[in-house]
């Protein structure tokens, strides 16, 4: 009797342990079903892929952007309002040219030629003199490097001695400067309202849209 008692307990236990097994291989079966649902399979036969095919499951419409394009986005969101503020400066100083009167230009007394110099291009103010209600500041570019660069005058950095921001119309300068070591030539405009007896200027150029090129010209004497 208590042998047979003793198998009967084994047994049941074995049985329960089964049936435990069983549930859990289940439960599993369930959880791993419903986890697998979200996931699609990568079409590898067809080398066609059309624009319409969509990928199912909860994930459906999700697109990958690339990092070009999230790189240039924050660059015009953060940029986006100097940018704003310098056509607006640009702007007003066109509209002062509506009202000019007719006077004699007047050079900037004692003035000496400034450059400066940076991964083989150079800049360089070569005169600067007064022409109405403007001051104008003659610039030479030059190219010596092995590749050609790209400028964007819209965000050159102009300040007077007072550190003060101002705006200024580039003419004639050229938007790529090609490797080729040729002088070229422009000029900026900027309003006498603006300068309000500032005795001189600074300004700093850098290349678009790398930025790793930056020419920089301190203390431009406009002293008539």
Do not use: C, W
Request: charged content about 25%.
């Amino acid at each position: 009797m208590k042998l047979k008692s003793t198998l009967l307990l084994t047994l049941t236990f074995f049985f329960l342990m089964l049936a435990a097994s069983v549930a859990s291989a289940f439960v599993g079966y369930i959880m791993g079903r419903e986890a697998l649902k979200v996931v699609t399979q990568p079409d590898i036969q067809s080398r066609e892929r059309s624009t319409d095919n969509k990928p199912a499951g909860k994930y459906k419409g999700l697109e990958l952007v690339s990092e070009r394009e999230i790189l240039i986005d924050v660059y015009n969101r953060t940029h986006g309002r100097e940018q704003k503020k310098i056509e607006q400066q640009s702007q007003a100083v066109r509209s002062n040219k509506i009202v000019r009167h007719d006077s004699k230009p007047q050079t900037v007394a004692n003035f000496t030629p400034v450059d400066s110099q940076s991964k083989g291009l150079t800049l360089m103010v070569s005169n600067a003199r007064y022409e109405a209600d403007s001051l104008l500041l003659e610039l030479n570019l030059k190219n010596d490097s092995d590749r050609s660069v790209r400028f964007l005058y819209s965000f050159i950095d102009l300040i007077d001695d007072r550190n003060l921001p101002l705006s200024a119309i580039p003419e004639g300068l050229p938007s790529e400067l090609p490797a080729d070591g040729k002088n070229y030539r422009g000029k900026l405009e900027i309003p006498q309202t603006l300068l309000d007896n500032s005795k001189s200027v600074s300004l700093t150029l850098t290349d678009y849209p790398k930025r790793e090129i930056e020419l920089q010209l301190n203390n431009i004497p406009i002293v008539r």
